[in-house]
T-cell receptor, first 114, second 115 residues
């Protein structure tokens, strides 16, 4: 079974600054995907970024980038130039490549302050 | 772009009643997933369907059942509702090719309140 751990229940950052959210996971799989989903107050689950484990290059989507360390089983999310709209709960999630279910971490609540 | 559609968006039921939640996946997506998110919790996987067949099963109570229809929409049927079933229920969809499953995209959720 896979487990995903987010050790930071809450974080805050000033608008326009950079923040990094941590995520570690445990698995015996070699092929898998990792995701960051954002859940704003509307409770919608929005995909932020995806990383395929076989790719060494870290994924980047505009202001969002990841630091994927496969050996350390670490998958952190960096948000640059934070905006007020980034205020949300952020979930790290794991999925086996040939699997179905997403396994989520407990979430990190991020507050962006003006 | 078309997204996952869920109905109803809000549902209030009494204990021991039944509820049916519906999910319409993104066009051309062949895999549907159901998740339950309790207050202050992360989403928990319930069940999934690929090409109308159950493909994986998580922590879904025996009181719940689900199916995927020929048009790929899915329904989650919940019977003998309990107070603890109050939660946000998400449907997600993806496209599965060979042994690789693509990214799951989530619907807006159905908020179920059991009184």
């Amino acid at each position: 079974a896979q487990t995903v751990t987010q050790s930071q229940p809450e974080m805050s950052v000033q608008e326009a600054e950079t923040v990094t959210l941590s995520c570690t996971y445990d698995t015996s799989e070699n092929n898998y995907y990792l995701f960051w989903y954002k859940q704003p107050p509307s409770r919608q689950m929005i995909l932020v970024i995806r990383q395929e484990a076989y790719k060494q290059q870290n994924a980047t989507e505009n202001r969002f980038s990841v630091n994927f360390q496969k050996a350390a089983k670490s998958f952190s999310l960096k948000i640059s130039d934070s905006q007020l709209g980034d205020t949300a709960m952020y979930f790290c999630a794991f999925m086996k490549r040939a699997g179905n279910m997403l396994t989520f971490g407990g979430g990190t609540r991020l507050m962006v302050k003006p | 772009a078309a997204g996952v559609i869920q109905s109803p968006r809000h549902l209030i039921k009494e204990k021991r009643e039944t509820a049916t939640l519906k999910c319409y996946p993104i066009p051309r997506h062949d895999t549907v997933y159901w998740y339950q998110q309790g207050p202050g919790q992360d989403p928990q996987f319930l069940i999934s369907f690929y090409e109308k067949m159950q493909s994986d099963k998580g922590s879904i109570p025996d009181r719940f059942s689900a199916q995927q229809f020929s048009d790929y929409h899915s329904e989650l049927n919940m019977s003998s509702l309990e107070l603890g079933d109050s939660a946000l229920y998400f449907c997600a969809s993806s496209f599965t090719s060979g042994r690789s499953t693509d990214t799951q995209y989530f619907g807006p959720g159905t908020r179920l309140t059991v009184l």
